[in-house]
């Protein structure tokens, strides 16, 4: 697996899972949970992703934001990618109204907003505005019933322990990518490396499938590296059921990738912050 390519997986990982319970989720009480993550290289910290999740009633706002630091951040290319995805709640599960993300590499900035209609139809925004060639056009069947990363990455703790197993579509407005995800285990929190975990964690293996669109690299190759999974060990840090991204391991041509958790906090929300979420 590619450095981009695991990056940009746990980055879809990598949200707040909702418990598999809804009717208890539309129950509490407007809360907000903030969790940092840290990436590291062949042993070198570099990448960030912050999480901000507000909880309202029927309706969840996410935001994140994934970053460079230290070294890694002053010899190599800029990068800053945030995302935003914001919906509600049925006793079906969750219900996503629209997603955002917006993504600067070295002085390139781009913009994307999907809005998600009935029968999961998407109208969707670019900034600039993509003219792919016809090769890299994703056909409108791929499209629906396709969610922006953050979105996607919502919809995997609605299972609850059987969240792994699935496959979840995923569009970040110019790739159509498939993330297979499977149950290989459980650890507890002492092997896992995860003393805050509350009980065991949850193992998984994440796979990668390119669908259509624009890749930089060939398909030979990219089915090469889609073969070589990525680990994620998913956790409960608070009361409630919902399984958090606790840690990651993938392995690349040039090293190992490494994910953890930084600090994990939970707050009620203010009326101000309530009424300034997107639904």
Known sequence: MSFRRALITF?????????????????????????????TFAGFAGFRIDVTARFDGASYDVESRTFKEG????????????????????????????GSLSIVVGDKP???????????????????????????VIPED????????????????????????????TNDGKRRIDIMIHKIGMESPATAGVPTARGDLLVCQLYTKRVAGEFEDSPKEA????????????ARFDNSQVRYP????????????????????????????????RR
């Open 11 to 39: 980055a879809v990982s990598v949200s707040v899972p909702l418990t598999a319970s809804v009717p208890a989720a539309l129950a509490q009480d407007a809360r907000q949970v903030d969790i940092g993550y840290e990436i």
């Open 223 to 234: 089915e090469t590296k889609r073969e070589q999974p990525m680990k994620v060990w998913f």
């Open 110 to 136: 781009r913009t994307w907003v999907a809005q998600y209609g009935a029968g999961g139809t998407m109208s969707e925004k670019h900034n600039p505005e993509w003219k792919p060639p016809p090769q890299h």
């Open 142 to 169: 791929q499209r629906t019933g396709s969610l922006d990363p953050l979105s996607a990455a919502l919809t995997v703790g609605l299972a609850g322990d059987a969240a792994c197993d699935r496959t979840v579509p």
């Open 71 to 98: 070294m890694l951040r002053a010899v190599t290319m800029h990068y800053d990618g945030r995302n935003r995805a914001w919906g509600g709640f049925s006793p079906q599960g969750a219900q996503p109204t629209a």
């Open 246 to 277: 606790a840690k990651l391991e993938a392995s690349t041509g040039f090293g190992t990738i490494r994910g953890k958790v930084l600090w994990f906090r939970e707050r009620a929300m203010t009326p101000q912050e309530s009424q300034a979420m």
